[in-house]
């Protein structure tokens, strides 16, 4: 049975960036102590001969293909819709004073 320490919690909680109060503290210590020791018994458990699961739900590679598309354009293209140029360029008002 593994036992948490108080510093324990507090470099988890660190770790974490969790700030706890001292009831916080106590009541984490016990219930991550359970948890390790549950996973104590778990490990114990005999697994020899069983295959792994990986996966549970029967679904199969449900992602899309991944596939670029190219939005090319010509900067004339770009342009001709501005409502001012110049030198090629937009031409906005001015943003800074």
């Not at 036992?3 to 969790?18: E, F, G, N, P």
């Not at 739900?57 to 899309?64: A, D, E, I, K, S």
């Not at 293209?77 to 001012?84: D, G, Q, T």
């Amino acid at each position: 049975m593994s036992k948490l320490t108080r510093d324990d919690v507090l470099k988890l909680a660190a770790l974490s960036k969790l700030r706890l109060s001292e009831a916080e503290i106590e009541k984490f210590r016990t219930e991550l102590t359970e948890i390790l020791d549950y996973v104590e018994v778990l490990d114990k458990v005999d697994t020899k001969g069983l295959e792994p699961t990986y996966q549970v739900t029967g679904l199969t590679n449900v992602t899309r293909a991944d596939k670029t598309n190219s939005y090319f354009a010509k900067p004339a293209e770009l342009l001709k819709n501005a409502p001012a140029l110049e030198k090629n360029q937009f031409k906005v008002k001015r943003v800074l004073g």
